[in-house]
């Protein structure tokens, strides 16, 4: 699916008096609202870097970069608005967004340390020859993360500090790391 589609995706989750499974739990609603609203300030308010710009410009051959995804999950939230703002500076670059838990299970392909962690994105050529991948958070980001689940920390305070660390970054990581990303390719 394309962006739009996504958005028509989430949105309808958001819209649904009776949504599916897992969105008929209150916690998974709850995330997706929140979601949405971090997803869209960001599309709003985030700024790109210029070496992001540069990199994703100087892309001089087709590129398709796959976003795995899913509306109820935080750290997409915060990575995918970047993503899809630096795709758009480029005509050589298509993005199709797949979902987690929906076929074609793209996800099992690209596990992280065995799990299916999102947001991921692909990136491959015209071939469909993958030529790198990232995912599913900023390292730094990644190694607080790290860090609460060796201090066996709540759900709630790895939620919570978590979303301060994405706050305080202002994508300033996820766009740090794609650019190294487009300068090995």
């Known amino acids: 699916m394309h962006f739009e589609e996504y958005q028509a995706y989430f949105n309808n989750i958001l819209a649904s008096a009776q949504p599916a499974a897992p969105y008929d739990n209150t916690d998974y609603m709850d995330y997706t609202r929140l979601n949405w609203s971090r997803m869209n300030r960001w599309l709003k308010t985030g700024i790109l870097t210029d070496a992001l710009k540069t990199a ?74 993958d ?21 066996k920390a709540d759900f709630e305070t790895i939620k919570t500090k978590l979303q301060h660390w994405y706050n305080a970054d202002g994508g300033k990581g996820v766009q740090e790391e794609v650019v190294a990303l487009l300068q090995r390719i």
């Open 131 to 151: 030529l790198a991948t990232w995912g599913p958070r900023p390292l730094d980001c990644q190694t607080l993360y790290n860090q609460l689940l060796t201090e």
């Open 56 to 129: 994703v410009e100087a892309i001089q051959h087709p590129q398709h970069w796959i976003i795995i995804t899913e509306p109820w999950c935080g750290d997409a939230a915060h990575s995918v608005p970047f993503l899809q703002k630096a795709a758009s500076l480029n005509n050589n670059i298509t993005v199709s967004y797949e979902l987690r838990d929906s076929e074609p299970f793209r996800i099992n392909e690209y596990l992280t340390q065995g799990s299916k962690s999102i947001p991921k994105l692909i990136i491959r050529n015209e071939e469909g020859k």
